[in-house]
């Protein structure tokens, strides 16, 4: 028997499989929380220089009468009033006593606390991108934990770093070490995610696994909603810290519930750990392993010895590895980029933030309807939508808001839909014994967009069109990679090197479309020269 099979007799969505989604979702709504909470603490509210010492209390303080956006952007923004005359001309003199801000929006925020405007407004999009930048290595350095120390363990260890150093930060007591531990937060919240999903995908049959795999970024959607009305009750940017970081402690019992991979069990040669999970699951979802059970045979009977470098060792693994890579770059890119810049919509914050998040309820039901057709063509699709409704709102005039508000929202229901679709993508790709390392790679180029995306915002400054021509151009170049990638729809999850190499032949794409369709899968997999025919589940 196959893995497939053991876990298609043990139930493979049974009662088991849904307790450990439940384990699973719940990180994902505090992902949510760290990942975007920055669009509230880090918010630039209406601000003009302060004329002397005496026109506010303290720093970040207001004064009598409102502020407006057009405040911002006038001169008395970032100069004083008073005016130097030099060689018979006028120059304007910066601001010596600091700035005032409006509170009509938000007591405090990193930018009033530390004055991140003016000359230093480029510091608060570099600690965004610092923050991306801690997710890039924290998905390589936790996705290559993962794979030799097991899932369990590192996304525990994710979960406990992200909720100490999120508390942390509450109280940083300057910028330098705010941004610090916030890529501390950012490489573990990589960690909790890719581990989370590998280990809910491998212990999830075929017919389940795309289901179970968008389970997850429900779970995440909904934090993004909840942010909203937490961020608009809670106006102070350190007791807003403080709230979406302090629950991550009520997470501590996962020591004693979260059970170990029996897939990465085995590919480690761990036989009896497996058999021993694989048994408990069977008795929760009330089955019985098959009496004629031989482990040794599941993956060829011997302990999977690999490196990263099989990923471009192999000319199939190495063209899937460097599509697969770019779709995640440009996809984060397009969804930070979008997501980061909704305050340039001139809409209501906390309205459109909320909308952000409900319009991911919808974008993955979406993929859950079309997605167990084909892989290959939802995500061009998806992609494709994401681009052309970037580069619609080049058409837009900037005083139609609500229009380019709606065309954003249809540029984030794209891109959400094609990020929930490379997730269940990636993983059916890459084999069982470099499976986390892939997803790994995948995300370190997805944070390479990530870390992109607040920087191409910047241009915005200069050159309104410059992000919008490049968030439309990139997920249509994204759209047309895709179609050169395999189809995974019904196919069991390969779990060696080989069997990912030979995992779809494009020499016969007819007879494996018939196959599926008639519900049963065969595929050849020739490993140490040997045949072996593996028949999946219906």
């Known amino acids: 028997m196959n893995f497939e099979e053991i876990l298609s007799a043990i139930g493979g969505f049974g009662k088991y499989q849904k307790i450990l989604y439940v384990w699973i979702c719940l990180p994902q709504i505090f992902l949510a929380f760290h990942m975007m ?48 005359l030099r060689e018979n001309r006028s120059e304007r003199v910066p601001c010596a006593h600091g700035w005032v801000f409006s509170r009509e929006t938000f007591q ?56 100490v150093f999120g508390v942390a930060v509450a109280f940083a007591p300057n910028f330098a070490i705010y941004v610090i531990l916030r890529f501390v937060v950012g490489s573990t919240v990589s960690g909790v995610i890719i581990n989370a999903f590998v280990l809910g995908t491998e212990w999830t049959c075929t017919k389940k696994r795309m289901l179970a795999g968008i389970i997850t970024d429900y779970a995440f959607g909904l934090g993004y909603m909840l942010l909203a009305g937490i961020a608009y009750l809670i106006r102070d940017w350190r007791k807003l810290q403080l709230a979406i970081s302090t629950p991550g402690f009520l997470l501590f019992f996962y020591i004693w519930v979260l059970p170990h991979s029996a897939r990465w069990l085995l590919a480690k040669d761990r036989r009896e750990e497996a058999i021993a999970l694989l048994h408990k699951a069977a008795l929760v ?106 580069l619609l709102m080049l058409a837009v005039p900037a005083d139609r808001t609500y229009v380019l508000a709606g065309l954003a929202i249809v540029g984030k229901f794209g891109i959400t839909a094609s990020f929930a679709v490379i997730y269940v993508y990636t993983a059916e790709l890459f084999p069982t014994v470099l499976r986390q390392t892939g ?38 170049l994204g759209a047309a990679l895709a179609l050169a990638l395999p189809e995974t729809a019904d196919r069991p999850l390969p779990d060696t090197v080989e069997e990912a190499e030979n995992y779809w032949s494009a020499r016969h794409p007819d007879k ?27």
């Open 285 to 390: 979802n009330g089955r019985a392993l098959p009496p004629t059970l031989r482990v040794e045979k599941v993956l060829g009977g011997e302990k999977q010895n690999n490196s990263p470098l099989d990923i471009i060792r192999m000319p199939q693994m190495r063209k899937r590895a460097v599509i697969l890579f770019y779709i995640w770059f440009v996809t984060v890119l397009v969804y930070y980029g979008l997501s980061l810049g909704v305050s340039r919509l001139g809409t209501n914050l906390y309205l459109t933030q909320f909308v952000f998040g409900l319009i991911e309820i919808p974008a993955r039901t979406l993929v859950l309807l079309v997605l167990p057709f084909s892989r290959r063509l939802s995500q061009c699709a998806f992609l494709a939508l994401g681009g052309v409704a970037c």
């Open 37 to 84: 909470v920055s669009v509230f603490t880090g918010a630039t509210p209406p601000y003009r220089c302060r004329e002397s010492p005496s026109a506010g209390a303290g720093r970040g303080s207001s004064i009598p009468g409102k502020l407006s956006l057009n405040d911002s952007l006038s001169d008395s923004s970032c100069f004083s009033a008073d005016a130097l």
């Open 108 to 163: 405090s925020t990193t930018v009033t606390e530390w004055d991140l405007v003016c000359d230093k407004a480029d510091l608060n999009s570099f600690g965004i991108s610092l923050y991306m930048l801690g997710l890039m290595v924290g998905s390589v350095l936790f996705g290559a934990m993962a794979d030799r120390y097991g899932r369990r363990f590192v996304l525990l260890l994710g979960i406990a770093l992200q909720t």
């Open 512 to 538: 494996d479309d018939s196959e599926m369709s008639e519900g049963i899968t065969q595929t050849t997999r020739s490993t140490e020269g040997q045949e072996q025919n593996v028949t999946s589940e219906a």
């Open 439 to 476: 997803l790994g790679l995948s995300c370190m180029f997805a944070r390479m967009g990530g870390v992109l995306a607040p920087i191409i915002n910047m241009l915005h400054n200069h050159s309104p069109a410059a992000p919008l021509v490049i968030f439309g151009t990139a997920p249509l």
